[in-house]
């Protein structure tokens, strides 16, 4: 099993196609262990292998798009960091997906290895919105 970091490919028909609205539809942040199989070939939320631990919830948090944009040439999406308070867990990577339309896959997160919390508050902290660095954009 391996966690590749990733645009998902069924997300960018969906895009084309309108199925997806950031302004409209609930986005979520699911979190995985090492024994996930998450890539850009992933189409949907699954349980299969996602974190269990106190102050994790299945389905992981509801994120808050702040704004879709541009920078330049790119759209871009930027999301506020989400957290997970009272926490003891580990988890390799997350799937962030639409809760709205079928649990659709739009992102995985690979955080490069393990990341434990133990009675704390574990954060997702997104990089700034902009062209080379936002989590969702389209170049």
């Not at 609205?21 to 699954?46: P, V, W």
């Not at 269990?52 to 960091?81: C, E, F, K, P």
């Not at 997970?84 to 988890?91: I, L, Q």
């Not at 997702?124 to 062209?131: L, R, T």
Request: aromatic content about 8%; hydrophobic content about 40%.
């Amino acid at each position: 099993m391996a966690i590749s970091q990733g645009m998902c490919i069924s997300f960018k028909k969906q895009v084309l196609l309108g199925d997806q609205d950031f302004d409209a539809n609930t986005f979520k942040l699911a979190l995985f262990t090492s024994a996930a199989s998450l890539s850009s070939g992933t189409t949907a939320y699954s349980t299969s292998a996602e974190v269990s631990g106190t102050g994790y919830t299945a389905g992981g948090n509801t994120l808050s798009i702040v704004t879709v944009a541009t920078d330049g040439s790119v759209a871009i999406v930027d999301v506020s960091n989400t957290e997970w308070t009272s926490a003891s867990f580990t988890t390799r990577g997350g799937l962030i997906y639409n809760s709205s339309k079928s649990d659709s896959a739009v992102a995985v997160l690979d955080f490069g290895g393990n990341k434990q919390v133990e009675n704390g508050t574990f954060t997702i902290q997104f990089p700034v919105a902009a062209a080379s660095t936002a989590i969702i954009r389209l170049v």
